[in-house]
C-alpha cells in the first residue's frame, strides 16, 4: 500500500499523476511516493467557505456545578466591580514583579504545518481539508528541512510544527520525521498538540505518555498549548466536538511534563462562551501547573490568548460575541492575575494586530511571541499581520521596554550561543544514538 501526498491509498508502484512535481521524499517505510504539495490551499478550498452549520445553542453551565466554582464566583465579582484600567495596572504591577528587568522577549522561529489533513472537523477551522480534498498536503521531510535552512539563514532558533489530525500518518512517520530533523537540520522542535499527540496513540494503537516519551527521545524538544481552545466541555461540544475534552488536554500537557518536557498553554475566546468559561479555564491550568510544579519536572511556560478569527471558517456567521479590544485587554491582565504560578504571559500580534499587542505590554503580558517567518493557521482566515524584527522591536520600545530575542524556554540570546541551550545536549546525546 502506497500512501499520495493528501493521504489517502494509491495502488502499489503508482507512478505519479501527471504534472505532479518530481518526487523528492527520500526512501520512507510508510509514505514511499509521497510527493510535495501538490495544490496549494486556497481560501476558496476552506471547509467553512462550503459548508454552513446551523447555529447549536449554547447554555453555560450553573457556575456552583463547575470546577473552582468558589474562585469563579470571586474573580466574577472582581471584573464586576474593578475598572478595566484598574485590573490593567493591578496586571502590569504583577508583570514588573516577575520581570523588573524591564525586558520584552520574543523568539525568532517559523511556523511549518507539516499537512493539513484532518478528521475532526472543528467549526472554528479554516486550515484543514478533509482527506481526498485536492488541497490536502503532507510537506516531505526534505520540503521541511529546507524550510528550517531558510529559517536558520535569519536567525531561527526554533520551528513550531503542527498539523490536521490525521490518521494515515502512523507513529514512525513522525518519529523518523524527527530523527531526520536533528540529524540533518538540527534545531529546537516545539511541535505537536495535545490532540496530535492522542490521534498518533490512537493510530500506534499505544497508550499516550509511551507515545510521548518515543516523540521526546526522536527529538521532540517542548510542546506548544495549541487544541486548548476554551477547556469547558460544554463549549467544547459547541466548537469542536470530535475533539479530546479538557480533562484529557490537561493530562497530556502533564505527562509531558512528567518526562520533563516545557510546554505552554492557550486560550481562543469569544467563540459564544461566557466569561465564566473564560475563568473557568485559567483556573485548570493553574491547578494543573501546581501539580507540574510539585512533580519539579516540566511545567507550563506560558500562557498565550488571543480571539477567535471567523472568516472562511463554518462559524463565520453565527451569532456569537466575537469579544471586543477591551475584552482582549481584560482577557490579558485578568490571566497574569490568577495564573500567579505562570511566569509569562506572551500577546498575540497576529490575531489582535500590533498596535493591540502594543498595549498588552502594559496590560500584564511580557513576551511579544514570535516573529514568525511563515504562518498559515490564522491567515488561512484572511487574518495576516506577520512584520519584521525591526518593527516588533519598535513597537516593544516605544511601550518603555528593552526587546531581547529568547529561546522556547525564556533564556535570552547571548553573543557566542551555538544554538538553542535547552536542546543542544539533547541533540548531541540523540547524535550518539543516531546510526
Ligand atoms: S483545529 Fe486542528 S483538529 Fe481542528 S479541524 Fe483544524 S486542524 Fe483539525
Redesign the pocket.
Known amino acids: 500500500m502506497v500512501i499520495s501526498a493528501n493521504g489517502f491509498e494509491r495502488g502499489p508502484g503508482a507512478a505519479p499523476q501527471d504534472g505532479a512535481p518530481p518526487q523528492e521524499q527520500r526512501s520512507l517505510p510508510i509514505l514511499q511516493s509521497a510527493a510535495p504539495r501538490v495544490n496549494e490551499p486556497t481560501n476558496a478550498g476552506s471547509v467553512g467557505a462550503a459548508r454552513r452549520v446551523e447555529q447549536p445553542v449554547y447554555v453555560p453551565p450553573p457556575v456552583h456545578t463547575r470546577p473552582h466554582a468558589a474562585e469563579i464566583a470571586h474573580w466574577m465579582d472582581y471584573l464586576g466591580r474593578t475598572p478595566l484600567l484598574e485590573i490593567g495596572a493591578q496586571a502590569d504591577a504583577l508583570r514588573r514583579q516577575k520581570h523588573p528587568e524591564g525586558v520584552v522577549s520574543y523568539i525568532v522561529d517559523r511556523n511549518i504545518n507539516y499537512s ?1 489533513l ?1 478528521v ?3 467549526r ?2 479554516a ?2 481539508r478533509r482527506p481526498k480534498d485536492d488541497e490536502a498536503y503532507v510537506l516531505s521531510y526534505e520540503e521541511i528541512g529546507r524550510k528550517i535552512d531558510e529559517a536558520k539563514a535569519v536567525g531561527a532558533v526554533q520551528i513550531l510544527m503542527q ?3 490525521n490518521p494515515y500518518l502512523p507513529l514512525d512517520w513522525y518519529l523518523e520525521l524527527l530523527r531526520y530533523i536533528k540529524e540533518q537540520h538540527p534545531i529546537h522542535v516545539h511541535g505537536f ?1 495535545a ?1 496530535e499527540v492522542e490521534m498518533m496513540a490512537k493510530v500506534a494503537k499505544l497508550p499516550v505518555d509511551e507515545v510521548l516519551r518515543q516523540l521526546h527521545q526522536a527529538g521532540l524538544d517542548s510542546m506548544p498549548g ?2 486548548a481552545e476554551v477547556l469547558v466541555d460544554a463549549v467544547r461540544d459547541f466548537i ?1 466536538p470530535k ?1 479530546i475534552d479538557s480533562a484529557r488536554w490537561l493530562e497530556i500537557h502533564e505527562a509531558a511534563h512528567e518526562i520533563g518536557m516545557l510546554t505552554t498553554a492557550t486560550l481562543m475566546y469569544g467563540v459564544g462562551e461566557v466569561w465564566e468559561d473564560r475563568l473557568e479555564h485559567v483556573l485548570k491550568l493553574r491547578a494543573a501547573q501546581e501539580r507540574s510544579l510539585g512533580r519539579g519536572a516540566g511545567h507550563f511556560t506560558a500562557f498565550i490568548t488571543w480571539s477567535f478569527q471567523p472568516s472562511l471558517t463554518e462559524m463565520q456567521d453565527w451569532q456569537i460575541d466575537l469579544g471586543t479590544g477591551m475584552d482582549y485587554l481584560k482577557m490579558t491582565a485578568l490571566s497574569r492575575l490568577v495564573l500567579d504560578n505562570f511566569e509569562n504571559v506572551q500577546v498575540s500580534y497576529v490575531t489582535q494586530g500590533p498596535k493591540m499587542a502594543q498595549i498588552a505590554l502594559r496590560f500584564g503580558a511580557n513576551d511579544f511571541g514570535s516573529l514568525m517567518l511563515e504562518e498559515n493557521v490564522v491567515s488561512a482566515t484572511g487574518i495576516d499581520f506577520i512584520m519584521p524584527e525591526r518593527e516588533i522591536c519598535r513597537i516593544i520600545e516605544d511601550a518603555g521596554f528593552r526587546p531581547a530575542r529568547r529561546y522556547q524556554d525564556y533564556r535570552l540570546e547571548q553573543a557566542g550561543d551555538e544554538g538553542c541551550p535547552c536542546c543542544r545536549r539533547q541533540h548531541q546525546e540523540l547524535m550518539g544514538s543516531v546510526v
Do not use: I, L
Request: overall charge neutral; some cysteine.
Open positions: 493539513n484532518c475532526t472537523d472543528c472554528f477551522c486550515f484543514y498539523g490536521g489530525h498538540s490532540s495549541a487544541g469542536a475533539k
